[in-house]
């Protein structure tokens, strides 16, 4: 893309803009997957080795995890996704 252009098709970047706007909060199911691990006790490298990513994309991970679910750990992230019936208490 030249300077200041979005290397996005006009089309994509309309959905993802609507998605933000619209506060799209869903985790996605990459996202599930690394919380299902970090609830069964998992370390980020675990996590990665399981899911074939690297720490640093685990750890990216668990950034949106945080903010989509507004809390601040990896414990906090699972009793939240408990109390929401996300994943179940084991």
């Known amino acids: 893309a030249a300077a200041g ?3 996005l098709a006009p089309t994509v970047a309309s ?6 706007r619209a506060g799209d909060q869903r985790l996605t199911v990459r996202e599930a997957e690394v919380l299902a691990l970090v609830a069964a006790g998992r370390t980020n490298r675990e996590i990665g080795q399981a899911l074939f990513l690297s720490e640093a994309t685990v750890k ?4 949106h995890i945080f903010t989509k679910l507004g809390v601040g750990s990896r414990t906090a992230a699972v009793a939240r996704a408990r109390e ?3 994943i179940r208490a084991g």
């Open 5 to 7: 252009e979005s290397a």
């Open 15 to 20: 959905r993802l803009d609507e998605s933000q």
């Open 60 to 63: 990216s991970h668990l950034v």
């Open 84 to 86: 929401l019936g996300a």
